[in-house]
């Protein structure tokens, strides 16, 4: 790699033009693939393995392959071309998957943004060696970081990840500066009792979060199992019911700027 590490190429998945839910504004969502969590509930399923992947869906027969190798000057050409519809919030939001596998390419992608004056956003799980944010520090707009349970044996069992890693490179983001805004999926039999949000909110305020962007689960990812042929293990499952989801709301409302997306 060179200084830039312009050179590197970045593991996409899809680029996604005109997004309103991934940060501020109108933006331009890639999605990267490779993630090294198993959210059995995840939306984006194309988006964990690293290599491409061919999806066919049913009704419209509609063939996708999900996964190309593009330079960051490439990416950056096609963010470009959204440029005039950012006004003052919006710009590029770097997904999926997990950016932070690919940290030295995606700094290398906004490396080249920046020259432009785009804003950028990472959406990241964050459950990576807290060495692999050093090339991005000082050049994100807003780390969207998710944090999905209080507890450690569902971080480990069900997600596949370590929640102290987590909970820790919040703090270490925060200290450093940059802005955060946590989001939480709210995700039925998972994380939505309220001695869960509460825990969640203790740990959070703790690490200095101000600000907590609530998710409700819903069912929208479940096309795109049916397409790579595989069962979705929440298909069944219903999205929480809007009591449930004004009760936690007011939970973390007691300790942060809450939002419900
Ligand atoms: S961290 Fe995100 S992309 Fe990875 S499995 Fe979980 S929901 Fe899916």
């Known amino acids: 790699m060179t ?43 194309e988006t964990v393995s690293p290599l491409p992947q061919k999806l066919v869906f049913s009704g419209s027969g509609k063939t996708v392959i999900y996964g190309r190798k593009m ?17 003052a ?22 490396r080249i943004l920046e020259r432009d004056g785009i804003r950028t956003v990472i959406d990241t799980a964050a459950c990576v060696p807290w060495e692999k944010f050093a ?48 989001r939480v999926p709210l995700i039925p039999g998972v994380n939505t009792s309220d001695t869960d949000a509460s825990l969640m909110c203790g740990q959070l305020a703790k690490a200095g ?5 609530l998710l409700p689960f819903h069912r929208l990812g479940s096309a795109k199992y049916t397409a790579m042929g595989k069962e979705y293990a929440y298909a ?3 999205p929480p019911d809007a009591e449930t989801v004004s009760r936690l709301r007011s ?7 809450c939002f419900v997306e």
């Open 135 to 182: 090339p991005l520090l000082g050049r994100v707009q807003t780390f969207l970081v998710d944090y999905k349970t209080s507890s450690d044996e569902t971080y480990a069992g069900q997600i596949g990840g370590d929640r102290e890693t987590v909970i820790d490179n919040i703090r270490r983001l925060i200290g450093a500066g940059e802005t955060v805004r946590v």
């Open 3 to 45: 200084d830039s590490g312009e050179e590197k190429l970045l593991n996409v998945s899809e680029i996604q033009h005109f997004s309103t839910g991934d940060g501020p504004g109108i933006r331009t969502t890639v999605f990267v693939k490779g993630c090294n969590l198993h959210c059995p509930w995840c939306h984006n399923p």
């Open 209 to 213: 979060v101000k600000t907590v962007d």
């Open 236 to 238: 069944g499952i219903s």
């Open 71 to 87: 330079s960051a000057e490439a990416v950056a050409a096609e963010v470009l071309e959204d440029r005039e519809f950012y006004g």
């Open 89 to 110: 919030d919006g710009g590029l939001t770097v997904s999926g998957g997990e950016p932070m596998l690919q940290a030295d390419a995606v700094s290398g992608l906004m």
């Open 251 to 257: 939970i973390f409302a007691g300790y942060f700027d």
